[in-house]
């Protein structure tokens, strides 16, 4: 599904994801704290786990033709990324 879109629509998506991204991962960096991995950081992460999601969801033979779909898995798939990257990052904090 991403792979198949021009470059306009393209950054388009990334930029919204971005922005969203933005909002969500401040936050969590105000309930996170030093737990986190900052605004910045959560934004970055959310982005990437937010795509990953999405090629993982398409690469499994799932379209996602319906935009509240594709956000469903999105959404999901970049909570899921950053709570498994803050749980690796308690888990290295305590050794």
Same mark, same amino acid.
Do not use: P, Y
């Given at each position: 599904? #991403? @792979?198949?879109?021009?470059?306009?629509?393209?950054?388009?998506? !990334? $930029?919204?994801?971005?922005?969203?991204?933005?909002?969500?991962?401040?936050?969590?960096?105000?309930?996170?704290?030093?737990?986190g991995f900052g605004s910045t950081g959560n934004t #970055? @992460?959310?982005?990437?786990?937010?795509?990953?999601?999405?090629? !993982? $969801?398409?690469e499994h033979g799932i379209v996602l033709r319906d935009l509240k779909l594709a956000v469903a898995w999105g959404l999901g798939g970049a909570f899921a990324f950053i709570a498994a990257l803050a749980l690796l990052k308690a888990g290295l904090a305590r050794l």
């Open positions: 599904m #991403l @792979l198949h879109l021009d470059t306009s629509w393209l950054l388009m998506t !990334v $930029a919204s994801v971005a922005v969203f991204g933005f909002f969500f991962g401040s936050a969590l960096d105000a309930i996170m704290q030093e737990d #970055l @992460l959310f982005t990437l786990g937010f795509f990953v999601a999405i090629m !993982v $969801a398409n």
